[in-house]
Nanobody, 122 residues
């Protein structure tokens, strides 16, 4: 089992930045690829970014490329999502998740956090 706890969400004005964190406990964090997903009210959960076990490979949904940066620190059992140039359409609950390999598909993730709310005001 892997337990994931996100933090760092909040209310921010458009154009602002946030850094989301996700700390893992339990089985070896460094053996899992990690991903960030988000779910806005009334919408399905969608892929945001994923990072490989080593951190050498990262992938993003097109709408966040250049604004979001995923990173990880295996020594701290943590994965991060730096979000810059926030837009109102980024408003959602953001979830981190763990998978065997990096993936854009939510169904491939084995463990999920409880989510952290990001609200962007215009």
């Amino acid at each position: 089992q892997v337990q994931l706890v996100e933090s760092g969400g909040g209310l921010v004005q458009a154009g602002g930045s946030l850094r989301l964190s996700c700390v893992a406990s339990g089985r070896a964090f460094s053996s899992y690829a990690m991903g960030w997903f988000r779910q806005a009210p009334g919408k399905e959960r969608e892929f945001v970014a994923t990072i490989s076990v080593s951190g050498g490979n990262t992938y993003y949904r097109d709408s966040v490329k250049g604004r979001f940066t995923i990173s990880r620190d295996n020594a701290k059992n943590s994965v991060y999502l730096q979000i810059d140039s926030l837009k109102p359409e980024d408003t959602a609950v953001y979830y981190c998740a763990a998978a065997r390999v990096e993936s854009r598909i939510a169904g491939n993730y084995l463990y999920w956090g409880q989510g952290t709310q990001v609200t962007v005001s215009s």
